[in-house]
């Protein structure tokens, strides 16, 4: 059975920073890209980025939503089957629960196919 | 403003029909497929339907999906007010290079 734990949430000021964590287990981690998607209080869920799974020379491609770009990094661990997401210049608008969700490839999510996704993490961005 | 684009809600009895729709452009729903994702109150997203109208296991076939052209809609019949809950759209956007959600639809049995 897939599983997708999320941690690290908290309560940040503006411009500070935070890194959430997402432990995955039930599949082979390496072989699917992984996926950020964040749902504001009472608003529908948000993409914020994508990590692929690596390519035959060991690299990964990511992708983020504009809102986020240059101030959000995501990355991967395969050998602890962890992914990450480190958020720099938090700003109130970051306020949401922040869901790691599985692309069924490793190369990405056509269609936005997410099978299985995360409890969620909440962060608030507040002084 | 979501890039696709949702009615804010919809109802209907228990045991009827219900269709509800998403519209977007060429260089999203209309270049790529179309998941569909039940939420809800307290709990994530649950993938409904992939690649347009494909159901993943355990997903009863009173949920069907369907695209045309660059909408693409939800079927939902027989409907239960286990049903009642928030129905959200998705793709990829090909020239945003983003992930993108309807704006969601809630849904009242």
């Known amino acids: 059975e897939v599983q997708l734990l999320e941690s690290g949430g908290g309560l940040v000021q503006p411009g500070g920073s935070l890194r959430l964590s997402c432990v995955a287990s039930g599949f082979t981690f390496k072989n699917y890209a992984m996926n950020w998607v964040r749902q504001a209080p009472g608003k529908g869920p948000e993409w914020v980025s994508i990590?692929?799974?690596?390519?035959?020379?060991?690299?990964?491609?990511?992708k983020y939503a504009d809102s986020v770009k240059g101030r959000f990094t995501i990355s991967r661990d395969d050998s602890k089957n962890i992914l990450s997401l480190q958020m720099n210049s938090l700003r109130a608008e970051d306020t949401a629960i922040y869901y790691c969700?599985?692309?069924?490839?490793?190369?990405?999510?056509?269609?936005?196919?997410?099978?299985?996704w995360g409890q969620g993490a909440l962060v608030t961005v507040s002084s | 403003q979501s890039v696709l684009t949702q009615p804010p809600s919809v109802s209907a009895a228990p045991g009827q029909k219900v269709t509800i729709s998403c519209s977007g452009s060429?260089?999203?729903?209309?270049?790529?497929?179309v998941s569909w994702y039940q939420q809800i109150p307290g709990t994530a997203p649950k993938l409904l339907i992939y690649d347009n109208d494909k159901r993943p296991s355990g997903i009863p076939d009173r949920f069907s999906g369907s695209k045309s052209g660059t909408s693409a809609t939800l079927d939902i019949t027989g409907l239960q007010t286990g049903d009642e809950a928030d129905y959200y759209c998705a793709t990829w956007d090909r020239s945003l290079d983003t992930g993108v959600f309807g704006g969601g639809t809630r849904l009242t049995v």
């Open positions: 060429s260089s999203n729903i209309g270049s790529d497929f």
């Open positions: 969700a599985k692309c069924t490839y490793r190369t990405g999510c056509h269609g936005l196919y997410l099978e299985s």
């Open positions: 990590i692929s799974g690596r390519s035959g020379d060991g690299t990964s491609y990511t």
